[in-house]
């Protein structure tokens, strides 16, 4: 077995401590694993992702991500982890007064790479994503895939070595939700580690990988299957 990218122990969260969304969860995501957690809404899985990125403290347990214990990581020096991972919404979450290029260049802008590399960056982010032309537009102006793949290069950009998505096909219909996973298959295929919660059993059938559950206060692994062949880039094949 690989050293875990990410990591839990004994881990649990309530909000209230009259119901725990979980309790004593003991995970482990090696590096390159394609995951899927699922169970139905309110079960947690937002939470748990929240949880990886230290947006939340447990309410018991530990949450290690790239051997780090995020309990243990200052406020200050958060940011270096969290620049190693990547984060996709269900609700895209672009800046509607911001041009595609603007929005996808953010991080890179808040870590002063120069303005010509985050252009350039920029545009071939925005081209492994099927949307090299559109890098002067403005989110409201493109369809729902369109803005989640705009949503994606963002994510993607820095070249993370995690990549957390919550129900990012949620607001999608089949065909493009498919889509979307396909470039979540070929980010993986290139090394990263994808953790994407859904409650779309369809699509989980569709992709294949680990697959984890929320059910009855526990995170439960239960199956994991090869990657669909279908969607893999073929230079992997």
Avoid: C
Avoid at 210 to 226: F, G, N, S
């Amino acid at each position: 077995m690989r050293a875990a990218i990410i990591q839990t122990f004994q881990l649990g969260h309530t909000y209230d401590r009259r119901r725990w969304l979980f309790r004593d969860v003991n995970l482990v995501i090696e590096p390159g694993d394609f995951v899927f957690l699922t169970g139905p809404s309110g079960a947690g899985k937002t939470t748990f992702l929240r949880l990886l990125l230290r947006e939340l403290h447990p309410t018991e347990g530990q949450v290690l991500v790239m051997g780090q214990n995020l309990r243990a990581i200052p406020d200050a020096r958060l940011y270096r982890i969290r620049r190693q991972m990547g984060f996709v919404f269900q609700d895209f979450r672009l800046i509607p007064t911001y041009t595609v290029l603007e929005n996808v260049t953010l991080l890179l802008r808040l870590m002063g790479v120069p303005p010509k590399e985050q252009r350039q960056r920029a545009i071939r982010t925005l081209q492994s994503v099927g949307l090299g032309g559109l890098w002067r537009s403005s989110p409201p102006a493109l369809s729902g895939g369109e803005q989640q793949r705009v949503a994606i290069a963002r994510a993607i950009i820095h070249n993370p070595k995690i990549l957390l998505a919550d129900e990012p096909t949620g607001n999608l219909d089949p065909e493009m939700s498919l889509e979307i996973m396909r470039i979540f298959v070929r980010i993986n295929a290139s090394g990263t580690t994808v953790i994407v919660a859904t409650h779309d059993d369809r699509l989980i059938r569709m992709v294949g990988g680990k697959l984890y559950a929320i059910e009855r206060e526990r995170i439960q692994w239960v199956d994991q299957r090869p990657i669909n062949p279908s969607l893999l880039p073929t230079e992997v094949l």
